[in-house]
């Protein structure tokens, strides 16, 4: 029986088997050898032989210094949302007097505002404002210390959080100071005037 030595011209095997973040229908990765190929002559300014073309290299230290001056219109487009950002960071929203709830755990934050409602989870956040809201239920566990508020949207989704209280006193804490925020800011719908002629 032979066994070959060195390098195999096969190529190398595929599948959740051999890779672990194998997709399946997705191309597997180019090896060193070919990317460098392919990187070469596909390069802009080369020729199909992989050479490099001379106006590409002239026109390269041209390029640099245009961008060192900041002439380039990518340049100047960066600098005006830099501009932009640092005015809106400057000029903080003005917050009405009005009730705030907020409520948290290690995990999850709730946050009710004029502004609208703002569930956190771990690293991910989803915030409605008051017009997106249909509804928002509070319910509480029967045994434990979980308290779970849900947004409902008028599209019929929901989304529920969980937070841990530190005791079941907090519920009624919780409780009150959420159905202020929702008398304060939530509009929904149900009042109608009292006079209808």
């Known amino acids: 029986m032979e066994q070959r030595i060195g390098s195999s011209s096969s190529k190398p095997l595929e599948g959740a088997g051999f890779d672990p973040a194998f997709i399946p229908g997705l191309t597997a990765p180019a090896t060193g050898r070919e990317e460098d ?34 002439d380039s219109p990518a340049a100047e487009a960066a600098e005006a949302v830099e501009a932009a950002e640092e005015s809106e960071d ?24 004029h502004r ?20 928002v239920e509070t319910e509480t566990a029967r045994f434990g210390k979980r308290y779970t508020v849900t947004v409902h949207t008028p599209d019929r989704r ?10 079941r006193r907090r519920f ?26």
Request: aromatic letters at 8%; proline letters at 7%; glycine letters at 8%.
């Open 37 to 70: 190929a392919k990187d070469t002559k596909d390069a802009p300014g080369t020729d199909g032989d992989g050479t490099v073309a001379d106006a590409a290299t002239e026109a390269a230290p041209e390029a640099e210094e245009s961008e060192k001056q900041g």
């Open 90 to 113: 400057d000029e903080p929203e003005p917050a009405p007097d009005g009730p705030v709830f907020e409520a948290s755990d290690r995990r999850a934050a709730l946050v009710a505002d």
């Open 116 to 135: 609208g409602v703002r569930l956190r989870l771990d690293d991910q956040e989803c915030e409605f404002r008051w017009d997106e809201i249909g509804a």
């Open 158 to 167: 929901w989304y529920p959080l969980e937070i841990d209280a530190d005791s």
């Open 172 to 197: 009624a804490e919780w409780d009150a100071a959420l159905d202020e925020v929702l008398d304060a800011y939530f509009d929904d719908g149900a009042e109608e005037p009292a006079d209808r002629a």
